[in-house]
């Protein structure tokens, strides 16, 4: 059975930094692109970020560009994502997500969610 458990979510003031951390469990995902999304209340679900099979291409949604980093350790089945400069617009549940490919995955046809994790800004 394959799991997505993300991890390091929490509160945070603004202007401060999180890391993220989503291991996989069940099968391996070397070969799959991983990613972040974000949902907040009353909002669709939205492309944060994602990061090719090897990590030699990452993408970024506009918003948070130049704050924020993907990163993988395919030894580790785990996808991080470090934010910086944290903004209360980034407030949201952040979903990890693998998916077959990199056009797959920021269109959201998706293979695997993990659960969630909460991130809370204050201003």
């Known amino acids: 059975q394959v799991q997505l458990v993300e991890s390091g979510g929490g509160l945070v003031q603004a202007g401060g930094s999180l890391r993220l951390s989503c291991t996989a469990s069940g099968r391996t995902f070397s070969s799959y692109t991983m990613g972040w999304f974000r949902q907040a209340p009353g909002k669709e679900r939205e492309f944060v970020a994602a990061?090719?099979?090897?990590?030699?291409?990452?993408y970024y949604a506009d918003s948070v560009k130049g704050r924020f980093t993907i990163s993988r350790d395919n030894a580790k089945n785990t996808v991080y994502l470090q934010m910086n400069s944290l903004k209360p617009e980034d407030a949201a549940v952040y979903f990890c997500?693998?998916?077959?490919?990199?056009?797959?995955?920021?269109?959201?046809?998706?293979?695997?969610w993990g659960q969630g994790t909460q991130v809370t800004v204050s201003s």
């Open positions: 990061i090719n099979w090897n990590g030699g291409s990452t």
């Open positions: 997500a693998v998916a077959r490919n990199v056009l797959a995955l920021k269109s959201g046809r998706v293979d695997y």
